[in-house]
């Protein structure tokens, strides 16, 4: 169902009855769901795709698991709808246009369902005066009230 790495049909979390049905977490790899279920900070299910979009290298819409991604977005069943996708493609070229990608498409065929994007920001610890424009820039871009 997620794309995660299964020894049956359904992997360990889409198996987890506690697990927020409501909430999607679309990530580019496997590997990419540890780090997160690691910060123990998302209690929801997750969409692994595969890759990012790379038109330059071949990857397109077809060549990821996005057409899964929506029919379970858009076909979820009314008693139990998806709230939130949560978008942690890498901040990267590709990992950005995947996530612009799923963003347009959801706004049109599910407007209902908040889609997020992982801030992007200063590393824990660091010191503003060392930080590279982009992450800063991005940082700034991403401020929110406290
Ligand atoms: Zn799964």
Known sequence: MCFNLAEGPRCQLCEDQRRDTGLICVVEEPGDVIPIER?????????????ALSPIDGVDPEDLKLSELFARVENAPADAPVREVVLATNPTTTGEATALYVADRL?????????????????????LEYADEVTLGKALAGRRAL
């Not at 209690?43 to 595969?50: A, Q, S």
């Not at 706004?107 to 824990?124: D, I, K, N, Q, Y």
């Open 107 to 127: 706004r049109t065929s599910a407007p209902e369902v908040t889609v997020t994007r992982l801030a992007s920001g200063l590393p824990v610890g660091a010191d």
């Open 39 to 51: 910060t123990h900070e998302y209690r929801g299910r997750y969409h692994v795709l595969g890759g």
